[in-house]
T-cell receptor, first 112, second 113 residues
Framework: GQNIDQPTEMTATEGAIVQINCTYQTSGFNGLFWYQQHAGEAPTFLSYNVLDGLEEKGRFSSFLSRSKGYSYLLLKELQMKDSASYLCAVREQYSSASKIIFGSGTRLSIRP | KAGVTQTPRYLIKTRGQQVTLSCSPISGHRSVSWYQQTPGQGLQFLFEYFSETQRNKGNFPGRFSGRQFSNSRSEMNVSTLELGDSALYLC????????????FGAGSRLTVL
């Protein structure tokens, strides 16, 4: 089975940095994803980690520690448009089958 | 290149009815996954299709079913609707089964009265 935990809500200030944590327990880990979802819109892909370490992409970075079952998404130089839900997701692989399982999401509010 | 297209975008049904939702993946994408999104549960995996075959299934009752056609378009069906089936149903396509990036459609919002 699988379990993905992330905070329900976070608030941060425009221009600041925020870190959204995600912990997971899965029987067949094969990659971790972060998606962004603005209210009323479809989720969009942000990042993918399969090996330990930090992946940087512009203002966004994602970190993975497989031994700890832990990831975080780091958002720098926050902008008002970053107000959205951030979804942590894990690919669970077993035998020849796999599926991507999502956490409940972290709703991030940016204040001026 | 057109994105993932889901129809209908909104629909209202009553308990006991059935509903069919459609998903057209990005051209060239052969895998389609379906998710149910509700405020309390987040995105819940329903099933994934690749090459017209269901490759994986989530923990939903048999009232939820799907299929994929030879052109990779997919449909999902929910029979004997219950109030709790009210949700946003999202379809996502990827180039192949097990591909890393899912591209989501805008979803079909189902309300069951």
């Amino acid at each position: 089975g699988q379990n993905i935990d992330q905070p329900t809500e976070m608030t941060a200030t425009e221009g600041a940095i925020v870190q959204i944590n995600c912990t997971y327990q899965t029987s067949g880990f094969n990659g971790l994803f972060w998606y962004q979802q603005h209210a009323g819109e479809a989720p969009t892909f942000l990042s993918y980690n399969v090996l330990d370490g930090l992946e940087e992409k512009g203002r966004f970075s994602s970190f993975l520690s497989r031994s700890k079952g832990y990831s975080y998404l780091l958002l720098k130089e926050l902008q008002m448009k970053d107000s959205a839900s951030y979804l942590c997701a894990v690919r669970e692989q077993y035998s020849s089958a796999s599926k991507i399982i999502f956490g409940s999401g972290t709703r991030l509010s940016i204040r001026p | 290149k057109a994105g993932v297209t889901q129809t209908p975008r909104y629909l209202i049904k009553t308990r006991g009815q059935q509903v069919t939702l459609s998903c057209s993946p990005i051209s060239g994408h052969r895998s389609v996954s379906w998710y149910q999104q509700t405020p309390g549960q987040g995105l819940q995996f329903l099933f994934e299709y690749f090459s017209e075959t269901q490759r994986n299934k989530g923990n939903f009752p048999g009232r939820f079913s799907g299929r994929q056609f030879s052109n990779s378009r997919s449909e999902m069906n929910v029979s004997t609707l219950e109030l709790g089936d009210s949700a946003l149903y999202l379809c996502a396509s990827s180039e192949a089964y097990g591909a890393n990036v899912l591209t989501f459609g805008a979803g079909s919002r189902l309300t069951v009265l």
